[in-house]
């Protein structure tokens, strides 16, 4: 959001803001508003035609300054809070490692790209070593050859 829009609607858009919050004991200011696909707060401006924004950085830009290209991450971790004291500025990198630190980050089984659950990898390896084909597999454990040499050459499950 360009900063002189944040400025030209300030007081309204801070008004508006403020009317669709409920301030949590935990410091939070939970937007009760509309919420985006992610669970994050989303306002309207610029009326019926104009653009859905992230209330959390409208919320920065706002009260506190700029963001630019940057990310705003939650302190707190609660993707409703739109608390300036509460968030902060970082990288793509920074909002990674943040959420990997959170434990937000899926992993093995709960990913949602996961096709063989950890337990049936064991069996998928055995069965490997037996001298079964990678297309066999395929057929045996319902996914492509290709995702079972991705597997057996450790490239599948490096990040989860």
């Given amino acids: 959001m360009e900063r002189r829009g944040v400025l ?7 008004d508006r803001l403020m009317r669709r919050v409920r301030k949590l004991d935990s410091g939070c200011w939970e937007w009760t508003g509309t919420l985006a696909g992610g669970g994050y707060g989303q306002i309207q401006i610029g009326g019926r035609s104009g653009r859905r924004l992230y209330t959390h950085r409208v919320a920065y830009e706002l009260w506190v300054g700029p963001i630019g290209d940057l990310h705003c991450l939650h302190r707190c971790d609660h993707r409703q809070c739109i608390n ?3 968030l902060f500025l970082g990288t793509n990198a920074d909002n990674v490692a943040d959420k990997v630190s959170k434990r937000r980050q899926h992993r093995g089984d709960v990913h949602p790209l996961t096709k063989l659950p950890e337990d049936r990898l064991s069996e998928l390896f055995e ?8 297309r066999e597999l395929s057929d045996v454990f319902g996914i492509s050859k290709s995702h079972v040499s991705e597997i057996l050459s450790g490239n599948e499950r490096k990040c989860r």
């Fill in 8 to 14: 030209k609607h300030s007081m309204e858009l801070g």
């Fill in 84 to 86: 300036p004291e509460h």
């Fill in 127 to 134: 069965l490997r070593a037996s001298g079964m084909l990678h």
